[in-house]
């Protein structure tokens, strides 16, 4: 059964940072494209960054990011212990939300989230 367990969220600072963790069960996870989404109160939920399974995109890069992270998050994946990893600097109060990873291959599958508040 495929299982995503996301944890590392909290309360930050502005300017603070803060790295997620998402472990997945369930499937092959160094066969999938991965990505991160968040959810903030009263929006639909949206894109954060993605990485592919191997290779790389035409940008010739394997990670991808929305135009109000990028530069700031950084996505990464350790195929070995089956986890994807967002580490967020420079955080906003606008990057408040509850965050989610998502696999490519089975993307009608969530996970719980962990909620990221960005306040002083």
């Known amino acids: 059964q495929v299982h995503f367990v996301e944890s590392g969220g909290g309360l930050v600072k502005p300017g603070g940072s803060l790295r997620l963790s998402c472990v997945v069960s369930g499937f092959t996870f160094s066969t999938s494209g991965m990505s991160w989404h968040r959810q903030a109160p009263g929006k639909e939920r949206e894109f954060v960054a993605g990485i592919t399974s191997a290779g790389v995109l035409s940008t010739g890069k394997s990670t991808h990011y929305s135009d109000s992270v990028r530069g700031r998050f950084t996505v990464s994946r350790d195929n070995d212990k089956n986890t994807l990893y967002l580490q967020m600097n420079n955080l906003t109060p606008d990057d408040t939300a509850i965050y989610y990873c998502?696999?490519?291959?089975?993307?009608?599958?969530w996970g719980q989230g962990t909620q990221v508040t960005v306040s002083s």
């Open positions: 998502k696999s490519s291959r089975y993307s009608e599958y």
